[in-house]
């Protein structure tokens, strides 16, 4: 039995891997597949598979494009999820600010700096024409439960977060959003460290057709909705329409995704330089 180990956001996104490994799908393939949740995110799981601590991430697609061009010794094997990933921009409830363009020149609450809650802040304010360098401001509060306590006390000014997970404390009453913002391009892909796909591509391979004849059939589960709306606490109505704008991928990125990518970050000034798509991409 092969050992790996994946890292992802214990999020609705990821429900078709659960699936998976709980009917112990990759044991028929002679592969015990281990999942760690990430409630950092994104930083949090570059920071894992620098270190070796996971072989795989369901990763922002820029987030592990930034890092790989900043060093990170992994690619990108496929899309997971096709479609854009909505960012909800969130304050506290009791905060003053109204709309997005009030929130010029404060401080954004990010998880930490890499972080997809650091980067779409920058894809925000240049959606709005805000000056990069002086209207953009950072709080580092870790994750989603440090943002829920942090942002009522002050610390940071809003933040970003996908909206559905978001949606049930916007009902609460502890978050307001005041926008929305899209990525502009597939949201989440499927990162392997080199060394794992230089040793064994097979393996990488074999649980990457698993996981994609699970996505493949996964919307069309009898009671997907009201299973999900149980499991993540969420109204049924608000996994329904997160459901119908969700797609599910089993190709990989493509280089015109890709370089939309990297000329965004580019532009952001947040990578300093594009390369090409062979540093990126693997073809398994």
Same mark, same amino acid.
């Given at each position: 039995m092969k050992n790996f180990k994946i890292g992802g956001v214990p999020e609705h996104f990821n429900y078709p891997w659960y699936l998976t490994l709980k009917d112990k799908?990759?044991?028929?393939?002679?592969?015990?597949?281990?999942?760690?949740?990430?409630?950092?995110?994104t930083g949090q799981m570059n920071k894992?598979?620098?270190?070796?601590?996971?072989?795989?991430?369901?990763?922002?697609?820029?987030?592990?494009?930034?890092?790989?061009?900043?060093?990170?010794?992994?690619?990108?094997?496929?899309?997971f999820v096709k479609s854009p990933l909505i960012w909800g921009i969130h304050v506290a409830e009791n905060s003053k600010y109204q709309t997005v363009s009030d929130l010029k020149g404060t401080k954004a609450a990010i998880s930490r700096f890499g972080s997809g809650s650091h980067l779409m802040a920058f894809i925000n304010a240049k959606n709005h024409h805000w000056d990069l360098e002086t209207d953009l401001k950072f709080k580092v509060i870790d994750d989603l439960e440090g943002a829920l306590k942090g942002l009522p006390e002050g610390k940071g000014d809003y933040f970003m977060w996908e909206k559905f997970t978001?949606?049930?404390?916007?009902?609460?009453?502890?978050?307001?959003?005041?926008?929305?913002?899209?990525?502009?391009?597939?949201?989440?892909?499927?990162?392997?460290?080199?060394?794992?796909?230089?040793?064994?591509?097979?393996?990488? +391979?074999? *649980?990457?057709?698993?996981?994609?004849? !699970?996505?493949?059939?996964? $919307?069309?589960?009898?009671?997907?909705?009201?299973?999900?709306?149980?499991?993540y606490q969420q109204k049924l109505e608000d996994v329904q329409e997160w459901?119908?704008?969700?797609?599910?991928?089993?190709?990989?990125?493509?280089?015109?995704?890709?370089n939309e990518v990297q000329n965004q970050l580019?532009?952001? +000034?947040? *990578?300093?330089?594009?390369?090409?798509? !062979?540093?990126?991409?693997? $073809?398994i």
């Open positions: 799908q990759y044991h028929k393939q002679e592969i015990d597949l281990r999942w760690i949740d990430f409630y950092g995110g894992a598979l620098r270190n070796k601590e996971i072989d795989m991430a369901v990763i922002l697609t820029e987030g592990i494009v930034r890092d790989i061009i900043k060093g990170n010794e992994a690619k990108i094997v496929q899309v978001t949606k049930p404390y916007v009902d609460q009453g502890i978050f307001r959003r005041v926008g929305n913002c899209p990525t502009p391009w597939p949201c989440f892909v499927i990162a392997v460290r080199n060394d794992i796909l230089e040793n064994d591509p097979q393996s990488i +391979k074999a *649980i990457l057709d698993i996981i994609n004849t !699970e996505t493949e059939k996964f $919307k069309s589960f009898p009671g997907i909705d009201a299973l999900l709306s149980k499991r459901l119908s704008l969700t797609e599910w991928s089993q190709q990989n990125l493509t280089e015109i995704e890709l580019f532009d952001l +000034k947040l *990578i300093n330089k594009k390369v090409p798509s !062979e540093k990126i991409i693997a $073809k």
